[in-house]
């Protein structure tokens, strides 16, 4: 009989290739255990994203790695995650509820941030993560509207003090949008507008997020501004049009969060193709390759490109999200190839983003 | 991204300063030298700084970290609208001593003082 070492498994773990790992799952350091039984081999390799679309894939590539080392005799392969909270400003985290936040921004309104913040969350709920949306958009709040929440629906109170979070779709919501009527537009001034938002944020009883996506209003102006300083985001998403000039307006998007050092994790492009309903003819209605090129510049990866689709609008517009409404559909597997990059990306960061240690002594 | 990050700033109250420890050095900034240099925009009004006089005596109340790129310093004065980024905070410690006399020489011609009148 032919003695299996865990070298051997090892080695032959190392020639497997995940999707969205960039590298082999040996040098990923997802590999936590490796037990040799006679012949049965247990294997146990923990990501630090959700990636329930993939675990059973990604279980049969491993498991027949194994099979073809000489002398095993079966293999039991485990998938499974754990994300890791990234630590922000200050050292502790400022909400241990919350392990990461992601902020989707665009330059300019009306390129669908909205839409991609909303199905991207849903996105990495599918991929099986606990999965939160603020929508920080107070002069359009519009995700109610998009998980079809009914108007008037309130969160609930506790404590005089804390909101808990609306449950829709799966996901846990909250929007200024419920705490004002649909009809009446907010006419605050930045200061006003940036405390409500904080204490939107922060007086949420979030329960337990990997994940909290923060739909931001569009713009590169003082809330925007004020919003990235002082909420500890983990990283951006930044949304635009291929035309050129949302690209100029994204671009500043992308310098803000340089500046107060938030890490730009991709761009997404939205409207990049339309296909005619009728003849079903594509036509690149406002431009070629803008996304790509942006991207390209900032040293960013266009993380995907999402086709003016009128399903997309029109499901948005009934409550039911395309990630929802479809679940198999085209255009749900362009949103969670997106969220799985965003996650991957995430779970690869460093921890510990470097801050002083800040201290004060009376000599 | 590769500008220089302290690993430890010490705001010493008694002695008004502030000591900044990066890895390979560690630098003491007084609490004057860097009010008379904040990047506030108060101060630097866009290209064209104001000269900021009478600050011998100013302290430092508090230090907070604003985001991951700078630092908020709350000086006794009431000054707290300077924020000063790990870029800016290197580039004042390494140049501390040719900063610190051109302010000198920039008084002297102006005929103030660094005294509070």
């Given at each position: 009989m032919i003695e299996v070492s865990k070298e051997k498994i090892e080695a032959a773990l190392s020639t497997c290739h995940l999707p969205?790992?960039?590298?082999?799952v040996v040098s990923a350091g997802a590999v936590k255990s490796i037990k040799v039984e006679k012949g049965i081999v247990s294997v146990q390799v923990t990501l630090g994203f959700p990636c329930l679309g993939q675990q059973a894939g990604m279980q049969q590539m491993l498991s027949a790695a194994i099979q073809h080392?000489?002398?095993?005799?079966r293999a039991n392969v485990v998938v499974n995650w754990r994300v890791r909270p990234h630590k922000t400003q200050?050292?502790?985290?400022?909400?241990?509820?919350?392990?990461n936040m992601i902020a989707v921004a665009s330059g300019k309104g009306g390129v669908g941030k909205s839409t991609t913040a909303v199905n991207l969350a849903l996105a990495l709920a599918a991929e099986g993560g606990r999965v939160g949306i603020l929508d920080a958009d107070i002069y359009g709040p519009s995700v109610p509207m998009m998980m079809g929440i009914a108007e008037g629906t309130r969160p609930g109170q506790v404590d005089n003090k804390y909101f808990t979070p609306v449950a829709a779709l799966g996901l846990q919501t909250m929007s200024i949008g419920y705490l004002i009527t649909e009809k009446t537009p907010l006419v605050w001034r930045g200061p006003m507008a940036t405390g409500a938002l904080k204490q939107l944020l922060e007086q949420t009883l979030w329960d337990d997020l990997d994940y909290l996506v923060i739909d931001m209003p569009p713009g590169t102006g003082d809330i925007q501004l004020t919003l990235s300083q002082s909420v500890p985001v983990t990283g951006a998403v930044i949304v635009t049009t291929p035309q050129d000039i949302a690209l100029l307006d994204a671009q500043k998007g992308i310098e803000m969060f340089i500046k107060v050092r938030v890490p730009v994790l991709g761009i997404v492009e939205n409207m990049s193709l339309h296909t005619c309903s009728q003849c079903g003819h594509s036509e690149a209605i406002f431009g070629e390759g803008g996304g790509e090129r942006i991207a390209s510049d900032y040293g960013v990866p266009l993380l995907g490109a999402l086709p003016l689709d009128i399903h997309i609008r029109q499901q948005m517009g009934k409550g039911k999200p395309s990630v929802f409404a479809e679940p198999e559909g085209d255009i749900t597997k362009r949103y969670r190839d997106i969220a799985l990059q965003l996650s991957a990306s995430l779970a690869k960061?460093?921890?510990?983003v470097k801050i002083p240690n800040i201290s004060v002594l009376s000599d | 991204m590769n500008d220089r990050i302290p690993n430890d700033i010490k705001l010493h109250r008694y002695s008004k300063t502030l000591e900044l420890v990066y890895s390979d050095h560690s630098y003491t900034l007084s609490a004057e030298f860097l009010r008379v240099h904040s990047p506030s925009a108060e101060v630097q009004q866009h290209g064209r700084p104001i000269l900021q006089t009478g600050k011998q005596a100013v302290a430092i109340n508090s230090i907070e970290a604003i985001g991951h790129y700078a630092l908020k310093i709350i000086f006794s004065?009431?000054?707290?609208?300077g924020l000063y980024s790990w870029a800016y905070l290197y580039q004042l410690a390494s140049h501390q001593e040719d900063m610190w006399q051109a302010y000198l020489q920039q008084l002297k011609q102006a005929g103030k003082s660094r005294a509070a009148e």
């Open positions: 969205y790992l960039n590298t082999d080392v000489p002398g095993v005799t200050g050292g502790a985290s400022v909400m241990p509820q919350v392990k960061m460093e921890t510990d | 004065d009431g000054h707290d609208t």
